[in-house]
T-cell receptor, first 120, second 113 residues
Framework: GAVVSQHPSRVICKSGTSVKIECRSL??????MFWYRQFPKKSLMLMATSNEGSKATYEQGVEKDKFLINHASLTLSTLTVTSAHPEDSSFYICSADPPAGVGGAYYEQYFGPGTRLTVT | AQSVTQLDSQVPVFEEAPVELRCNYSSSVSVYLFWYVQYPNQGLQLLLK??????LVKGINGFEAEFNKSQTSFHLRKPSVHISDTAEYFCAVSDMEGYKYIFGTGTRLKVLA
């Protein structure tokens, strides 16, 4: 149990276009999901906390108008990178916090496999 | 606020040798501690976690970690590594609300034949 998927795994888009990344909890409901960005050979930077039914909470320095987050249901959160630029190229990872006990999870996050975004 | 320090950015070690990956944290409140592993171009997989109780925590793939409150450390160890253990290892903390993680900068473990 406690599986998180992401789609697509890899996407290439042209500068100026928008791209949507989906994060799904496959076998549990997640009222909270997290979006991270990982630069090459660097740690994970928390971008925002996605809350089902309410606005996302963005970390300091993250442009909320550029990185739109929608948590439309208890199993789906989406990250849309708007007007993408080459500097937005990165590895984006989502995670979800299952209810205590689901899949043996207590106070831990389960991570998706990540999405490699390349903006040309 | 919490912070996590992983002093070693890279650790090379020969196959079947023991390894220790260091993690120190700073926090004004009690925390939960985690170690995750990331293989190339993949997400993170939980190795082990400390919530409470015994300070020696055993995880998957033969890894273990010891919580030392006085030294604010949570070092990861394995007595005998395999080539397949080559990966990036991240230490993370969260407060007891259990929400936001703070990650260390990661340690790349490279196992040599």
């Amino acid at each position: 149990g406690a599986v998180v998927s992401q789609h697509p795994s890899r996407v290439i888009c042209k500068s100026g276009t928008s791209v949507k990344i989906e994060c799904r909890s496959l076998d549990f409901q997640a009222t909270t999901m997290f979006w991270y960005r990982q630069f090459p050979k660097k740690s994970l930077m928390l971008m925002a906390t996605s809350n089902e039914g309410s606005k996302a909470t963005y970390e300091q320095g993250v442009e909320k108008d550029k990185f739109l987050i929608n948590h439309a249901s208890l199993t789906l959160s989406t990250l849309t990178v708007t007007s993408a630029h080459p500097e937005d190229s990165s590895f984006y990872i989502c995670s979800a916090d299952p209810p205590a006990g689901v899949g043996g999870a207590y106070y831990e996050q389960y991570f998706g496999p990540g999405t490699r975004l390349t903006v040309t | 606020a919490q912070s996590v320090t992983q002093l070693d950015s890279q650790v090379p070690v020969f196959e079947e040798a023991p390894v220790e990956l260091r993690c120190n944290y700073s926090s004004s409140v009690s925390v939960y501690l985690f170690w995750y592993v990331q293989y190339p171009n993949q997400g993170l997989q939980l190795l082990l976690k400390y919530l409470s109780g015994s300070t020696l925590v055993k995880g998957i793939n033969g890894f273990e970690a010891e919580f030392n409150k006085s030294q604010t450390s949570f070092h990861l160890r394995k007595p005998s590594v395999h080539i397949s253990d080559t990966a990036e290892y991240f230490c993370a903390v969260s407060d007891m609300e259990g929400y936001k993680y703070i990650f260390g900068t990661g340690t790349r473990l490279k196992v040599l034949a």
